[in-house]
Nanobody
Framework: QVQLVESGGGSAKVGESLSLSCAAS????????MGWYREAPGKYRELVAH????????TYGDAVKGRFTISRDNAKNTVYLQMSDLKPDDTARYFC??????????WGQGTQVTVSA
């Protein structure tokens, strides 16, 4: 079983930066996908970014390209999300997830990010 513990987030003004991190525990395969989705009130959950180990290949959602950076420390089974140039539309609950063949998809509890003018 995989457990995900998220940290970071909070409130920021437009144009500011915030960071998130997510640490996975349990049996984590050398090849696994870790990343973030977000969900805003009244909207579908959307991909923010994810990274595939062991080569750490990254994918970003269109809404965050050029502003957010995802990285991963495979030794620590931890993924980081650096969010820059934040916009009000970035306000959402951000969920960490991990997907691997042995356990399927696992989700964190989510952490709130609020961006105000």
């Amino acid at each position: 079983q995989v457990q995900l513990v998220e940290s970071g987030g909070g409130s920021a003004k437009v144009g500011e930066s915030l960071s998130l991190s997510c640490a996975a525990s349990g049996t984590i395969a050398s090849s696994s996908l870790m990343g973030w989705y977000r969900e805003a009130p009244g909207k579908y959950r959307e991909l923010v970014a994810h990274v595939m180990s062991p080569l750490n290949i990254t994918t970003y959602g269109d809404a965050v390209k050029g502003r957010f950076t995802i990285s991963r420390d495979n030794a620590k089974n931890t993924v980081y999300l650096q969010m820059s140039d934040l916009k009000p539309d970035d306000t959402a609950r951000y969920f960490c997830y991990l997907r691997q063949s042995s356990t399927g998809a696992s989700w964190g509890q989510g952490t709130q990010v609020t961006v105000s003018a």
